[in-house]
């Protein structure tokens, strides 16, 4: 992204006074965009602190305390908007979450203070502990043993320090899962902080470890967020015909999660309010109802969704799922996903279509929609899949499809799917799927991802509503 920071500074200079010889005003073009009242109201500034906000929260996992502090979050900023809001409960479930934590690391006899390891993150059902060991490379009773992978078999260690799994370059640990009830907490440490406690070992001294974990089980349900935005067509409350924009609120690994799936959540909040907001300004409503959907557990909320609302709420037609919808390491560009359903391919078609029409012809610094997009095909792992594999959904050809910057921890290359888009940059007979370096890490911060290329959010929303009045507007 550097290198596309120092372009984007030399290109700025040429657009200026390319605009200043053509003598048009930058702002002459919109103007004469119809459809300008919709997308404008979105605002990339106020998804990035909408993102920090909620991860400030905790990391919002479904029946926990932080995630429902982050399904009032947005309830919240619904009502206010003046849409009607609810809140649907799954039965109760165990949660477990962590509130606070400390780990540090001293060489016993040095003067050097000791070292606070940043990047350490719980792994989930580590039990509340406070302590003090001896750092080992064995398990052995009442030590703190660093370990590149935990939870196999019994240990009498006092805590666990394990450097496995972390991201892809071993910066930033992954939390993994323990067994509920767990005798000794866990925390994932970076591979760079194993290495120098392990440096630390090698030279001779002895590495003292103090630890720290206030964490919470409860027994709560998982709440789910829905809003609806009336269409033209009317209809009785919670009843009418529906097109579903949906996020997972949680944060899937446990860790911070701002791109996974904080920025999903911001994103779809900016298309309600952006929405809202011109329709209040005089833009016409959608011709079918919209709902919005802030899932409290990503998976488990869709799937209870399906079985018990759909279609007692109504008939749904379609659904758009943003997840990792905020930052990409590889590349700046958007993807949409599937395109080898049948079902999908009329909204694909009309997402794509408004990213062509509106790609800025300067490519070299973030504009109001992304220059660079594609399509590609089904890889799992996201909300929209609940709907698509569901019998409603194949038997009636019914969307769903997801907005994206990124997908998973490592770069994609799949094979195009036939008769679709593929890459907006290029023709060629593979996609591209850019990734997050940070995902399911506890480096998925607002300051390694979001506020790094906050226009990701930007572009996931305007693309995704007027995708989606386009291809509302051609129902029946
Ligand atoms: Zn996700």
């Known amino acids: 992204m550097l290198i596309g920071l120092a372009l984007a500074l030399t290109a700025h200079v040429s657009t200026v006074a390319k605009v200043a010889n053509s003598g048009a ?8 965009d119809p459809q300008q009242a919709l997308w404008r109201g979105v605002d990339a500034g106020r998804a990035q602190r909408r993102v920090r906000e909620l991860v400030a929260l905790g990391p919002r996992m479904g029946a926990t305390r932080s995630g429902d502090a982050a399904a009032q979050y947005v309830s919240k900023v619904f009502a206010e908007l003046g849409l009607e809001v609810r809140v649907i409960e799954t039965p109760e479930r165990r949660a477990w979450q962590p509130l606070a934590w400390t780990l ?18 719980p792994w989930q059902n580590s039990p509340d502990a406070m302590g003090s060991a001896l750092l080992a490379l064995e398990s052995a009773q009442d030590i703190a043993w660093l370990t590149e992978r935990a939870g196999r078999g019994a240990s009498t260690a006092a805590v666990l320090l394990a450097s496995r799994p972390t991201n892809s370059d071993g910066t930033w640990p992954i939390p993994g899962r323990l067994r509920e009830g767990a005798a000794q907490p866990c925390f994932g440490i970076a591979k760079t902080e194993a290495e120098l406690l392990r440096g630390w070992l ?28 009336p269409g033209r067509r009317g209809g009785e409350a919670w009843k009418a015909p529906y097109f579903l924009f949906c996020a997972h609120g949680d944060a899937d690994s446990g860790g911070p999660g701002a791109d996974d799936n904080a920025s999903g959540v911001a994103t779809v ?12 300004a005089g833009a016409s409503a959608p011709a079918h109802e919209v709902r919005f959907a802030i899932w409290g557990s990503e998976i488990e909320s869709t799937r ?42 009329a909204l694909v078609n009309a997402l794509v279509a408004v990213m062509r029409e509106r790609a800025p012809r300067d490519a070299s610094e973030p504009g109001d929609f992304p220059s660079r997009f594609a399509t590609n ?18 038997s009636r050809a019914l969307p769903a499809v ?13 094979k195009r799917t036939a008769g679709m888009p593929g890459e ?26 979001t506020d790094k290329e906050p226009w990701n959010m930007a572009w996931c929303a305007r693309v995704g509503l007027l995708g989606a009045v386009r291809y509302l507007e051609a129902l029946p």
Do not use: C, M
Request: hydrophobic letters at 35%; charged letters at 25%; glycine letters at 8%.
């Open 304 to 345: 209870h969704f399906l079985q018990t609302r759909v279609p007692a709420d109504g008939e749904l037609l379609g659904v758009l799922n943003y997840d990792q919808s905020g930052f990409g390491s590889g590349a700046d560009q958007v993807n949409i996903e599937p395109d080898d359903l049948p079902g999908n391919v």
């Open 269 to 280: 909040l900016e298309i309600a309010t952006a929405w809202k907001r011109a329709i209040e």
């Open 202 to 229: 090698d030279s001779g001294a002895k590495v003292r470890i103090d630890f720290e974990l206030d964490a919470e089980t409860r027994s709560a349900p998982i709440r789910t967020v829905v809003a609806r935005l």
């Open 104 to 121: 540090t690391a001293r060489i016993e006899g040095s003067q050097e203070p000791a070292r606070k390891l940043e990047r350490a993150w």
């Open 377 to 394: 095909k089904s890889l799992g792992g996201t909300d929209s899949y609940v709907f698509s594999g569901s019998e409603l959904f194949k």
């Open 25 to 32: 005003s930058p702002q002459a073009a919109p103007s004469l």
């Open 424 to 449: 907006s940059w290029r023709e060629r007979d593979k996609v591209r799927v850019d990734y997050d370096l940070y995902y399911h890490s506890s480096g998925d911060t607002p300051e390694n991802t």
């Open 402 to 414: 997801s907005v994206f910057s990124s997908a998973w921890g490592a770069a994609g290359e799949h």
